[in-house]
């Protein structure tokens, strides 16, 4: 009998645990991007892959603008986004940028990836839905050894108003006035205003 009681409450501690751990999901049918500096500056392109399993419709709000998409199910729809045509890219000095966020918002739950790309230098990344969206992360950075004069860069887009965020950097940045390393600083955001901070070669 008591191993049978045992038995029960292990299942039902793992079936909330598994409940629980689905709500994290890379679906959801509101995500927020920037676009950072990239060597090429405005001659960059980004594009947007949005995927669902089942049809839908939605649209990306930037720069007061609309794009609208619609999305077949278990097709990826592309949504090309010009920095020449939309003023939302983040130039590559540091500091605080005004409505240039970049929002996705959709009927149904999508998948979002984001890829920044010109000749043969692009990168690209997993875009996660605001409601799984975390309050501590990490920047994993190397030392550079470029001759010029390249950087590492961090930038944060606030999703709600009056957002606190505090930068604890590993090595000064290379802002006026610099920021010092290891020095943490906090600075207050609100919803589309981004702050980005490019740390000096060590």
């Known amino acids: 009998m008591k191993m049978t009681r045992l038995f029960v409450c292990i299942?039902?501690?793992?079936?909330?645990?598994?409940?629980h751990a689905q709500d994290f999901s890379n679906k959801g049918k509101e995500f927020w991007i920037a676009y950072p500096a990239h060597i090429d500056a405005t001659?960059?392109?980004?594009?947007?892959y949005i995927s669902s399993t089942e049809n839908t419709t939605g649209e990306v709000q930037l720069d007061g603008k609309v794009i609208p998409f619609t999305v077949t199910?278990?097709?990826?729809?592309?949504?090309?986004?010009?920095?020449?045509?939309?003023?939302i890219?983040?130039?590559q000095s540091d500091g605080i940028g005004i409505g240039k966020g970049i929002k996705v918002v959709s009927l149904k739950p999508v998948v979002v990836y984001a890829h920044i790309l010109n000749a043969a230098r692009s990168g690209s990344t997993l875009v996660f839905p605001t409601n799984v969206l975390?309050?501590?992360?990490?920047?994993?950075?190397?030392?550079?050894?470029?001759?010029?004069?390249?950087r590492s860069q961090i930038t944060v887009v606030a999703t709600e108003d009056n957002t606190v965020i505090e930068l604890n950097l590993k090595a000064q940045s290379s802002s006026t006035p610099v920021r010092a390393a290891n020095a943490p600083y906090q600075i207050n955001l609100s919803k589309e205003i981004f702050i980005k901070c490019k740390l000096l070669r060590t």
Not at 43 to 48: D, F, G, T
Not at 138 to 150: G, P, V, Y
């Open 11 to 19: 299942w039902l501690l793992l079936l909330f645990i598994s409940v």
């Open 43 to 48: 001659s960059s392109r980004m594009a947007l």
């Open 73 to 87: 199910a278990n097709q990826a729809t592309t949504v090309q986004i010009s920095p020449i045509a939309y003023n």
């Open 89 to 91: 890219y983040n130039a």
């Open 134 to 150: 975390g309050k501590e992360y990490i920047s994993l950075n190397f030392t550079q050894s470029s001759t010029n004069n390249a």
